[in-house]
């Protein structure tokens, strides 16, 4: 999964966005590209439970549906936690770049406010010398943006992603009681077994991201 990743990059230019920005590459590497593999035996118990010939209870697809929204939220999880991870490891290493950084939008501001409190006080010395209906009009004022970085689109792409996080959070924790009433009520291993999955997997995540370091 990490190769696959990695392998468009040395084609990209050096001034390319993506070549700049190494909490990017470290989140996509520890984050997105681990936890795929990390959650690749996951993915074919998922397969086998869709096959149900070698399943005790045979063809599951309602289990393996649920089976699949858990392994890709647990990959989205692990990306954004090991995207502001790497953001808190370069600004721990890098502190005077993180002093610049922080004071150039700050600037930006007081830069614009000033500009605009003294343009409303020349409008407002201005306005006295003319009549209501002779007053000149300035043109409004459009404010410019600065342009997203790489990391900021890939965190609004998984804000937009987890729009719907409370609910995959309520399936989770509603399988996990119907595997615990099937482990205890029925006595099934087979839900004793998937219910420990699913409450250790966060953990070889965190194991894996921390491998990947």
Known sequence: ????????????????????????????????AGSITTFASWNAQMVVMLDGKFTILGTQVASVIFGYIIGMAGCLSSFQFGMHVSVWLIRARNPHIVASADTIPITTAHTIVSHDAERGEREAESSDAFPENQRPRSPPVVAYSHPQTPLHIVNNCCTCIWSLRSLTQTLLVCMIVCFLVG???KGNRFYRSMWLSSVLSPLGVLLRWKMGI
């Open 1 to 32: 999964g990490g190769h696959t990743v990695w392998l468009p990059l040395p084609w990209l230019k050096e001034t390319h966005r993506l070549q700049r920005h190494d909490a990017f590459l470290v989140a996509l590497r520890t984050g997105f």
């Open 183 to 185: 482990d205890f009520v």
